[in-house]
């Protein structure tokens, strides 16, 4: 590409993007599209845009409208035509650019836009729960230490040691409550800590853990793509992600390790010109943590991320929320796909 080309910012951009001359023949064409369409750059400037809608006509009425300044910026859906065969949904948004007079065709695909939504709201979703961590703690803390120390003072008062043990389970229950609470706010007390991190070093960490604890019924796939580079990250917190979501698989899979069947695995990609947190990234990483239990609860699948929230009786549901937190202090992403004997989180994270 032409540096000198006034448009070749749009190479930045996750979304497609043709610029059209005076007729419909593409003058520019960033590489998100080219990656979209299938096929080279150079194939579709000087081509007519319109021949990659499978309704050209709206396209073409859209430019005439452009060029007649009818509107400032048309908007509508279509489909485009794919090497693959199989067209894709997108918004086309057009807009009309005075100082070089080309008009500008923004095409995002309606998936890429469901997907954008989704990660908006697990944004969202993930700064309510730390704002909501962080006060509930603070509200929960200050008066604990006041009861614990009620609770001392007045077994010290005591005589009679059939009334100390009720002392003894406000304080147990105080620390108890007390511990809960460090938990929920040690993502955001602890620095993050970055070194060179190795990915596969952070699987095989995990594994062992998860196999000593597990011995039996269970066993455990390496699936990794060997050629991931090493990146800048908290080696701790990335073994504690991992580990947090490799347990919680693992408990749920109770019945089929009782059973000799269990399987959880790890598989490791490198995907290239990715767009997530809406960002397009050349490179990121790709992690699964895959296990064949009986799938996330219809109830609570929504919410999984969510704090205090758990699929197990007596969990503390602390576990999927410091994933969350950790792979977001990372710049990533944290997904999950379930259905009852396959149960897949992805974490995304970029790379150098």
Same mark, same amino acid.
């Given at each position: 590409?032409?540096?000198?080309?006034?448009?070749?910012?749009?190479?930045?951009?996750?979304?497609?993007?043709?610029?059209? $001359?005076?007729?419909?023949?593409?003058?520019?064409a960033n590489a998100a599209l080219e990656d979209?369409? $299938?096929?080279?750059?150079?194939?579709?400037? $000087?081509?007519?845009?319109?021949d990659v809608f499978t309704e050209p006509s709206l396209l073409q009425k859209a430019l005439g409208g452009a060029r007649e300044n009818a509107f400032a910026v048309l908007r509508y859906d279509a489909f485009l035509k794919r090497a693959t065969g199989e067209p894709m949904p997108v918004h086309v948004i057009i807009t009309w650019t005075e100082p070089v007079e080309s008009i500008i065709v923004e095409m995002v695909p309606l998936e890429q836009q469901t997907r954008q939504d989704r990660e908006e709201r697990l944004?969202?979703?993930a700064q309510t729960n730390k704002e909501l961590i962080r006060n509930l703690a603070h509200e929960i803390k200050n008066p604990l230490g006041g009861i614990r120390g009620a609770a001392q003072l007045l077994e010290m008062e005591m005589e009679s040691t059939e009334l100390t043990e009720y002392t003894q389970v406000i304080i147990r229950e105080a620390d108890r409550l007390q511990s809960l609470v460090d938990r929920l706010l040690a993502p955001h007390r602890r620095p993050h800590l970055v070194t060179d991190v190795n990915i596969h070093e952070v699987c095989e960490r995990v594994r062992s853990l998860i196999l000593a604890e597990f011995p039996k019924g269970l066993r455990v796939i390496r699936d990794y793509d060997i050629s991931i580079p090493e990146f800048r990250g908290d080696h701790e917190q990335l073994i504690q992600t991992v580990l947090n979501i490799a347990h919680n698989a693992c408990q749920a899979l109770a019945e089929?390790?009782?059973?000799?069947d269990a399987n959880l695995t790890f598989r490791t990609r490198v995907l290239r010109q990715i767009t997530f947190g809406k960002q397009r990234y050349r490179l990121?990483?790709?992690?699964?943590?895959?296990?064949n239990g009986p799938g996330v609860p219809d109830s609570i699948k929504d919410r999984i991320f969510y704090p205090l929230v758990s699929g197990r009786e007596g969990g503390s549901g602390l576990g999927l929320t410091l994933a969350q937190t950790f792979v977001q202090q990372h710049h990533g992403l944290i997904e999950v796909d379930s259905v009852p004997g396959r149960t897949?989180?992805?974490?995304?994270?970029?790379?150098?």
């Open positions: 590409m032409d540096a000198s080309t006034p448009f070749h910012s749009f190479d930045l951009l996750a979304t497609l993007v043709a610029v059209v $001359g005076p007729n419909t023949d593409v003058t520019f979209a369409m $299938g096929i080279s750059r150079r194939a579709i400037v $000087g081509s007519s845009l319109s944004a969202e979703q089929r390790i009782a059973a000799g990121a990483l790709e992690l699964h943590v895959i296990d897949d989180f992805k974490i995304l994270i970029p790379l150098p």
